[in-house]
């Protein structure tokens, strides 16, 4: 399928690392730079996107969608004060988080026929098959993580589960079954421990099915995500996005990724009481001037 040309997915392995928090200030700042935006909360079962916002009651939410209740996701946008900025709440039908892939694939239609430039989901913790599939459906994906070793760690499973996923799809797609016995093989390395990075894999790969394995190699190279380090402190913090990175080429083959930094700042905490995104509370603030550089990024980069 060809990728949809202007959807971000916001994702993050571990809970609580400010995936809502920028979903919802980068939607400000990208809107701020002209864009039309549409951000998604995509969260599904625990959405909170709104009340960054400082949205009570939504009218509408993502369950009018999923089961029928209005026929176009146009139907359910929100407008918000902010210009050019419009929202998606969260739905909670039982079950949502667990969507078919028919229905996310739906979804990723309505979301890439929205009438703006740009759709932000913000997405549930984790590597679900459910974020992950969204990921990369996506066009771009935004991976934030904080500076701690754990953390870390977790981007790198989170990247790999997403590359497993990707090749899992395009080996069945190619009806490749010798290549999909093989993947089945290196998740389980401590046993073929000859195929633990990518390198390794891709030289069997090539041994069973050269143009097939080529042609693999080329499209993990669009899966290469945006790494957003989160509320960052100390100089030894701003590095982790190096170790990544490393990690990333070392391991999975992916080079030239981009990193980002955003630092801890107390405005986040207080505009949270004030129930209006930082961007708007505090727009002077670090973390502002942080969220407007990624913005800056990822125009750029479009
Ligand atoms: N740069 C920052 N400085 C200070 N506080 C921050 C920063 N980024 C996020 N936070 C705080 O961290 C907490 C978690 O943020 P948020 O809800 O955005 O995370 P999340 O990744 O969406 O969580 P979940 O996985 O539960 O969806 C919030 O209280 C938020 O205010
Ligand atoms: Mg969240």
Do not use: W
């Not at 990247?159 to 009806?175: D, E, G, M, P, S």
């Not at 405005?267 to 509370?281: G, L, Q, S, W």
């Amino acid at each position: 399928m060809e990728k949809p040309k202007n959807i971000f997915a916001i994702v993050g392995p571990k809970g609580g690392v400010g995936k809502s928090t920028i979903s919802a200030n980068l939607a400000i700042a990208l809107s701020e730079l002209g864009k039309r935006v549409i951000a998604v909360d995509l969260d599904l079962g625990t959405s909170n996107l709104h009340a960054i916002f400082g949205i009570r009651e939504s009218r509408h939410t993502l369950d009018d969608f999923v089961l029928n209740r209005v026929k176009n996701l146009s139907d359910i946008v929100l407008d918000t004060k902010i210009n050019n900025l419009g929202i998606i709440c969260g739905g909670d039908v039982p079950g949502i988080a667990n969507m078919a892939y028919q229905k996310k694939l739906k979804l990723i239609r309505h979301l890439s026929n929205l009438d703006c430039d740009l759709v932000l989901l913000d997405l549930a913790p984790g590597a679900s098959y459910n974020v992950v599939d969204f990921l990369i459906i996506a066009q771009r994906g935004l991976l934030v993580t904080t500076p701690e070793v754990p953390s870390l760690l977790n981007v790198y499973s989170f990247i790999k589960a997403t590359v497993f996923r990707r090749l899992t799809f395009y080996f069945k797609h190619k009806k490749c079954f010798e290549l999909l016995e093989l993947l089945e093989k290196a998740k389980d390395f401590d046993n073929h421990p000859h195929l633990k990075t990518m390198e390794g894999l891709f030289r069997e790969a090539r041994k069973i099915d050269i143009e097939t394995a080529n042609s693999a190699k080329k499209i993990l190279s669009t899966l290469k995500p945006f790494v957003v380090v989160n509320r960052v402190q100390t100089e030894n913090d701003a590095n982790a996005g190096e170790v990544i990175q490393n990690l990333l080429q070392q391991y999975l083959s992916i080079d030239g990724g981009v990193t980002m930094t955003i630092h801890e700042d107390n405005a986040v905490k207080n505009a949270i009481v004030r129930m209006t995104p930082a961007m708007i509370d505090a727009p002077q603030s670090i973390f502002s001037r942080d969220i407007n550089q990624i913005a800056a990024k990822i125009v750029t980069s479009q």
